[in-house]
Nanobody
Framework: QVQLVESGGGLVQPGGSLRLSCAVS????????MNWYRQAPGNQRELVAT???????NYADSVKGRFTISRDDAKNTVYLQMNILKPDDTAVYYC???????????WGQGTQVTVSS
């Protein structure tokens, strides 16, 4: 059974930092590109950051320079370090695994991030 379990969300003040983790089981993570998405109330789910199986990365313009995605295939975990958080970063953050060769996708259940004073 494939599981993606996010953790590390919470309430933080503007300008603060959080580190999200996504623990992956049931798949060989090294065969997957890993993504973080987020969805704010009333908005569509948007792609925040990608780290490919090659470890190359991409970021949404809104988070460039503030967020860093990383992966540890030995620990089957992907991370999202979020710095200089803004109220607009408030959303449910989802971990996603996308196979690098075939159209297979898995999602986590999400973790809430709230940025507020």
């Amino acid at each position: 059974q494939v599981q993606l379990v996010e953790s590390g969300g919470g309430l933080v003040q503007p300008g603060g930092s959080l580190r999200l983790s996504c623990a992956v089981s049931g798949i060989t993570m090294s065969s997957y590109n890993m993504n973080w998405y987020r969805q704010a109330p009333g908005n569509q789910r948007e792609l925040v950051a990608t780290i490919r199986s090659t470890s190359s990365t991409n970021y949404a313009d809104s988070v460039k320079g503030r967020f860093t995605i990383s992966r540890d295939d030995a620990k089957n975990t992907v991370y999202l370090q979020m710095n200089i958080l803004k109220p607009d970063d408030t959303a449910v953050y989802y971990c996603n695994a996308n196979h690098r060769l075939v159209p297979v996708n898995y999602w986590g259940q999400g973790t809430q991030v709230t940025v507020s004073s």
